[in-house]
């Protein structure tokens, strides 16, 4: 079995989520890092965390990394310790600043996952991700919060998306297809990796 580590990028609303369950299903034995997932389910909490991130997401504002990374190392970590067990990871949305990018190189050259990692950057225009985001029924998903977002997209995301670009990991695929087919076209461009 081949480990591989994935980044599933791509503009709010861009089906990251229902194109990581296709995957899961189709090559199986992956461990996801569901970072907006993680972020919900710390915004619950009553500790000043969890206060903070539930500030950070009804203000439709970028998570600070340290305490992104404090959600993911834990998950990595425990794949790492048991290799031999998952296929690989894939990580929804993340990561969307270029310091990211650049930490979690040096967490996977620490864990040796270097060469087996990829980023598929799902691309769908900022018309469509508002159209999707708009039919969406989530407290980060108001109309402010959603031009921000995109805002950020721009200004934080494509700087990543761009130095993955530059480093030769990026496989680009069109979003705005119906699923299965954004998912073929993945599965295609990915065939000798995943």
Same mark, same amino acid.
Request: a positive charge.
């Given at each position: *079995?081949?480990?591989?580590? #994935?980044?599933?990028?791509?503009?709010?609303?861009?089906?990251?989520?229902?194109?990581?369950?296709? #995957?899961?299903?189709? @090559?199986?034995?992956?461990? %996801?890092?569901? @970072?907006?997932?993680?972020?919900?389910?710390?915004? &619950?909490?009553?500790?000043?965390?969890?206060?903070?991130?539930?500030?950070?997401?009804? !203000?439709? #504002?970028?998570?600070?990394?340290? %305490?992104?990374?404090?959600?993911? *190392?834990?998950?990595?970590?425990?794949?790492?310790?048991?290799?031999?067990?998952?296929?690989?990871?894939?990580?929804?949305?993340?990561?969307?600043?270029?310091?990211?990018?650049?930490?979690?190189?040096?967490?996977?050259? *620490?864990?040796?996952?270097?060469?087996?990692?990829?980023?598929?950057?799902?691309?769908?225009?900022?018309?469509?991700?508002?159209?999707?985001? &708009?039919?969406?029924?989530?407290?980060?998903?108001?109309?402010?919060?959603?031009?921000?977002?995109?805002?950020?997209?721009? @200004?934080?995301?494509?700087?990543?998306?761009?130095?993955?670009?530059?480093?030769?990991?990026?496989?680009?695929?069109?979003?705005?297809?119906?699923? &299965?087919?954004?998912?073929?076209?993945?599965?295609?461009?990915?065939? !000798?990796?995943?």
């Amino acid at each position: *079995m081949k480990f591989s580590v #994935l980044s599933i990028i791509g503009r709010p609303g861009a089906g990251k989520g229902t194109q990581i369950g296709l #995957l899961q299903r189709g @090559t199986g034995a992956y461990e %996801i890092i569901r @970072t907006g997932n993680l972020l919900r389910r710390k915004a &619950q909490g009553r500790d000043l965390i969890g206060r903070k991130v539930r500030y950070v997401l009804e !203000n439709g #504002l970028l998570i600070p990394t340290p %305490i992104v990374f404090s959600l993911w *190392m834990p998950q990595l970590v425990r794949v790492k310790n048991n290799e031999k067990k998952y296929r690989g990871v894939i990580f929804d949305g993340n990561p969307r600043k270029l310091y990211e990018a650049q930490m979690l190189d040096e967490v996977f050259d *620490m864990f040796g996952w270097s060469k087996r990692f990829r980023v598929c950057y799902i691309h769908i225009s900022e018309k469509e991700s508002r159209k999707r985001l &708009q039919a969406r029924d989530r407290f980060d998903d108001a109309s402010k919060e959603i031009e921000e977002r995109l805002r950020w997209f721009r @200004t934080d995301v494509e700087k990543a998306l761009a130095y993955y670009k530059k480093r030769g990991v990026l496989v680009e695929v069109n979003g705005e297809q119906s699923q &299965q087919a954004v998912q073929k076209e993945i599965q295609r461009k990915l065939k !000798n990796f995943l």
